[in-house]
């Protein structure tokens, strides 16, 4: 059946098994290979986007529950070729080694600082928690998201 | 030479930014489920569903009519086809009458553990080949099922029913057996203990996959894989496919971490060549997250003993160690050596007249296990860091205390130290790092606050845990590793090249999961040869671009990756000299090299930058006599010692008695890895394997049931943590560099995770002391620990 969704601001469609998750209609229908599967159980957050507005895992979304939303992914974060101001904190922290996860994790990081401007690191950690990484031990990412919201050093 | 060690912006030493960001931050990076090849077929894994079992039949009809479907092959189908000439490849028989029962991609008749492959289904999408897998009926016929290390060592039940044992080997190095047994009954203080290292799922975050894109026609195959090691795995593709090794490339695309976990040569990227070669069509495979728990190495799984013998005043007389190993179900790539790898620093950082280890292997019917973050080490420095707390209760001292005594050389500097094991440690100074790790914890006041909250009665208890930690990097000599039985060299190999146009080009053997090898690689050729690390390049990971590797593990790459790196860069700027000599018309004796430039002394108005040297080489209108065109020079470094990095952790809990919960609440490292490239980097390898050694201590463990069946394969229940389980990690330094290269480099990537486990869970048993509770098994959950309390009279 026909999906179609605005996806970092394009008006995008496809034609996709009823069954297909939403991270499947990102990645192999649309070729948006940002977002990254890393489970099968909804608990890792490496497929962490913005269905509108708010941090969702396209893991346990269908692709059909998608339609009309507006998505967006790590590919649509940067504008204007500037990275978003959270990308930038990674980068300069040190909040990423691997990569696998960031993708995720920097959406979710997103949605947390919009719903906490200036959040303390006890929110940061909590509002994270869905969002695993292998490689840094949080210590970074904890920090890159003190320093995007402007609220670390 | 001081004169090539002009200090640039940006290099040895400097917090750089890494290079690898962008791609990453911006989803533009590739990994292996990223990629794609026209016409490409999905494998999908029928994997058995018994621990220990002869296939009857398998039916393969109701598979093979899903829509979409290419084939379904059985094992004994695959048998027949010629698809492999060798079984799946163990590198280390760690003796010589060792067992090793072969080890299919696909069974052809019994399963020995749950997710052993019994059947492929080849498809056009990832959801047929879903679909189809599961409908693929398979008849077994159950056998013995030998579920778990206590188990295997009754050895009633066989988990390889011809071998007739579930011994795989014994391995001793045990020099003087009469010695320690004399110092044990001589000792004033003994200590018998038993820890057991549960099995561990390294779970990095990408899972792992492969795509094998054959050209039928040009005789050639290209593998990607979702690897750690393309350069091993290209000569094992070919020693088990058979086909010539100069017709198969190995690319790694970018990796999503690897802990061990992708350092195996793995059933399914033997399929993917064998069917691509046959069929020739593209053939591919992403392992799910609750498949990965079969499909793919675990790690630990051993049951400790281990014994000191001390003096009145607790200085250690001996150190006598027995491990149980479990091997799983086959010999992986290194199965058999992983336990080894720790068995030379079960002493620890002390000084001890008499040393014994010995390793006994064992089959069992579960999940093959291999190397995981540390490989061996960890498992050392748990026992003899948990082993000298409880000496420390037994002689009445501090924790600290019984450290200072033991440190070799007394805590003071040493270098090229033989250790009791009989290795030559590059250099250490085990004082200062613990006086430093006790100063920024604060540790005085957290004793008073320890005191206070006891003597008040206090639900939440505070527990501190020491633990002083040495490991062995640089792996490794490639005579040593031979000596071990090893079945390969240790070196690695890079080549520098200035190109025509100025720009450097480093290719290395030593293949990055994460590490920032570009970043890192870049700063040492910036200091080298004074140069803007941004023009620096580097090239990896496929085997095309870079032949010649032995990859990333060990904590190996920059005290031997980034050595050969720093030798080739010499010789390129040895031969730079000579032809600015040649254009100075001056002895190339008397030409300086400064901040990238060469000039004559004297006659500083000649100067000619290195990188304008490129385009006169390339050219090669004007060299000296004899001189070959073109700046591009290659070193293949074999190193003579193995490197020591060592630190001190400490780890502060609070432990809440009525529930049982633990909460890391503080942890200190001070680590020393000799010289640091780039100590962003270094500091990021800490907090990320700290929290993998905190989560053996607490968290996670693989439970198997009786029957071999794996009870937590998904991250709903095989808890990995979250930020929100763990603290900030706090890291500080000591500096002491090593003897065995001339960077003084010693290696960082698995320091954490050594120094950690044992230093939670002295915390965890410190807390628990004034119970009479002095040791629990790893995980301490809530439920161990309540146990304990309750066992111990407290609480109901």
Request: charged share 20%; proline share 6%; with cysteine.
């Amino acid at each position: 059946m026909q999906v179609s969704a605005t996806v970092n601001g394009q008006q995008r469609s496809a034609d996709v098994e009823p069954r297909m998750l939403l991270v499947h209609f990102l990645r192999d229908s649309l070729g948006l290979t940002g977002t990254n599967v890393g489970c099968d159980t909804s608990s890792c957050g490496a497929c962490t986007v913005l269905v509108d507005g708010r941090s969702a895992k396209s893991c346990t979304m269908l692709a059909v529950q998608a339609e009309g939303a507006e998505i967006t992914t790590i590919e649509g974060l940067a504008s204007n070729g500037e990275l978003h101001p959270m990308q930038q904190a990674f980068h300069d922290c040190h909040a990423l080694q691997c990569g696998y996860c960031t993708p995720g994790m920097i959406m979710a990081s997103v949605s947390l600082v919009d719903e906490y401007p200036n959040p303390t690191e006890a929110q940061i950690r909590e509002g994270l928690e869905a969002n695993l990484c292998r490689c840094t031990g949080y210590t970074n990412i904890v920090k890159a998201v003190q320093v995007a919201s402007g609220g670390g050093s | 030479m001081t004169d090539t060690m002009a200090r640039p912006e940006g290099g040895i030493g400097a917090r750089l930014p890494r290079k690898e960001d962008a791609e990453l931050v911006t989803g533009e990076a590739r990994f292996i489920d990223d990629i794609h090849a026209p016409g490409e077929l999905w494998m999908g894994m029928v994997r058995s569903t018994m621990a220990h079992a002869r296939i009857t039949s398998i039916d393969t009809e109701a598979a093979a009519s899903v829509p979409g479907v290419h084939s379904v092959l059985t094992g004994a189908q695959l048998a027949d086809m010629g698809l492999w000439v060798a079984p799946l490849p163990c590198a280390w028989p760690v003796t010589d009458d060792m067992l090793n029962p072969p080890h299919w991609p696909v069974t052809p008749d019994v399963a020995h553990h749950v997710g052993d492959i019994v059947a492929v289904v080849l498809a056009d999408s990832r959801y047929n080949a879903a679909d189809a897998a599961d409908m693929v009926v398979v008849d077994y016929e159950p056998l013995g099922v030998v579920a778990s290390l206590e188990q295997a060592r009754e050895d009633q039940i066989h988990a390889h029913e011809d071998l007739g044992t579930n011994k795989a080997y014994t391995w001793a190095l045990d020099p003087d057996p009469e010695g320690t047994q004399a110092a044990f009954d001589a000792a004033a203080h003994t200590v018998s203990a038993h820890f057991v290292q549960q099995r561990l799922i390294p779970a990095p975050m990408e899972p792992r996959g492969v795509l094998a894109v054959p050209a039928p026609h040009g005789g050639e195959l290209t593998l990607y894989s979702a690897t750690q090691v393309p350069h091993v795995l290209r000569v094992m593709v070919a020693a088990t496919t058979g086909l010539p090794e100069q017709t198969i490339r190995i690319i790694a695309p970018s990796v999503g971490g690897g802990f061990g976990a992708k350092l195996n040569i793995n059933p399914d990227e033997m399929l993917a060549v064998g069917l691509a070669n046959h069929l020739g069509l593209p053939v591919r495979w992403t392992e799910s997250r609750s498949e990965a728990a079969a499909s793919t190495h675990q790690g630990r799984g051993q049951l400790q003993h281990i014994e000191l013998a001390a003096d009145e005043n607790g200085k250690l007389t001996a150190v006598r160690v027995k491990i149980d190993a479990d091997m799983g179900a086959y010999m992986m790539l290194i199965t058999p050596g992983t336990p080894l790898l720790g068995s030379f620093l079960y002493h620890g950082v002390y000084d001890t007249p008499h040393f014994g280890f010995t390793c006994d292997g064992w089959f069992t019917n579960l999940t093959p296990t291999d190397a995981y973050r540390g490989a061996g080490r960890p498992e050392a420095s748990y026992a003899i860091e948990r082993a000298m707390d409880l000496l420390a209760l037994e002689v009445g001292i501090g924790p600290d205390e019984i450290r200072r005594r033991n440190y070799l050389a007394g805590g003071e500097a040493f270098e090229n130290l033989e250790s009791a094991a009989g290795l030559v440690f590059d250099s250490g100074h085990y004082g200062p790092s613990l006086d430093k790790a006790m100063e920024i914890v604060g540790y005085d006041d957290l004793r008073a606050e320890q005191a206070r909250r006891r003597d008040a009665g206090e639900t939440k208890q505070l527990g501190i845990g020491l633990c002083t930690y040495v490991e062995i990097c640089g792996l490794a000599p490639s005579r040593a590793l031979g000596g071990l039985k090893y079945g390969a060299g240790g070196w690695e190999h890079a080549t520098v090249r200035i190109l025509p146009t100025g720009k450097i080009e480093v290719v290395s053997g030593s293949t990055p999961h994460g590490q920032g090898h570009e970043t890192t690689w870049s700063q040492i050729i910036a200091t080298k040869m004074g140069v803007d690390p941004a023009d620096v390049t580097v090239l990896h990971s496929d085997t095309a671009l870079s032949p010649l590797g032995m990859d990333t593990y060990g904590s190996r790459s920059l005290a031997v990756g980034g050595v050969a790196i720093a030798m080739a860069a010499d010789k390129v700027i040895d031969k730079a000299r000579h032809l600015a000599a040649h254009q100075f018309e001056a002895s190339p004796d008397d030409v300086q090299f400064e901040n990238g430039s060469f000039s004559v002394a004297g006659t500083p108005a000649k100067s000619v930058h290195i990188q304008e040297l490129g385009f006169a080489a390339f050219t090669a209108h004007d060299l000296p006599d004899g001189m070959e065109p073109n700046l591009s020079e290659q070193v293949t470094f074999d190193p003579t010692n193995f490197a020591f990095p060592f630190g001190t952790h400490v780890a502060v809990v609070e432990v809440d008695e009525e529930t049982g919960q633990v909460d890391l609440i503080r942890y200190v490292a001070v680590d020393d890895c000799g010289t640091q490239v780039n100590p962003q980097i270094v500091e990021g390898q800490v907090h990320g394997g700290v929290v993998q050694g905190a989560a053996q201590a607490l968290f996670e463990h693989a439970i198997y049931d009786e029957n071999g069946q794996l009870t937590n394969p998904s991250l709903l229940d095989y808890l990995v943590p979250s930020a929100a389980e763990v603290p900030t990690i706090e890291t500080d330094f000591t500096v002491t560099p090593s003897t065995s290269n001339p960077l003084g480099v010693k290696g960082v990537g698995e320091a954490g995770t050594i120094g950690s486990a044992a230093a939670v869970m002295n915390a965890v048993c410190d807390a628990l002391s004034p119970r009479g509770i002095h040791d629990l098994e790893m995980p301490a959950t809530p439920w161990r620990v309540r146990r304990a309390i309750e066992q111990a009279g407290g609480g109901s």
